[in-house]
Nanobody, 122 residues
């Protein structure tokens, strides 16, 4: 059974940083794409970044809204994916969700976590 569990959400001031973790079990990271999504109040779910192995090489993709500020990475030994969030803005406030068992092109994932709350406010 594949499971993903997010952690690390917190209250942070504008301009601050935060690192989220996505612990994956039931499948090795080398065999699945992992994506980060967010759902802000009153808005649809937004895909923000994704990481996968493509032809033996690591591949990443970012939404324009987070390019240059957020970085996705993975630790294969720990089977964990991270989302480093820098220069946070109030509009980044959302529930952040991690998903596995899919691909970055279609963003069609079979297993989702419960989400972790990130609040950016002064």
């Amino acid at each position: 059974q594949v499971q993903v569990v997010e952690s690390g959400g917190d209250l942070v001031q504008p301009g601050g940083s935060l690192r989220l973790s996505c612990a994956v079990s039931g499948i090795t990271l080398a065999d699945t794409a992992v994506g980060w999504f967010r759902r802000a109040p009153g808005k649809d779910r937004e895909g923000i970044t994704c990481i996968e192995s493509s032809d033996g090489s690591e591949s990443t993709v970012y939404a324009d809204s987070v390019k240059g500020r957020f970085t996705i990475s993975r630790d294969l030994a720990k089977n964990t994916v991270y989302l480093q969030m820098n220069r946070l803005k109030p509009e980044d406030t959302a529930v952040y969700l991690c998903a596995a068992e899919g691909d970055c092109r279609r963003a069609d994932f079979g297993t989702w976590g419960q989400g972790t709350q990130v609040t950016v406010s002064s």
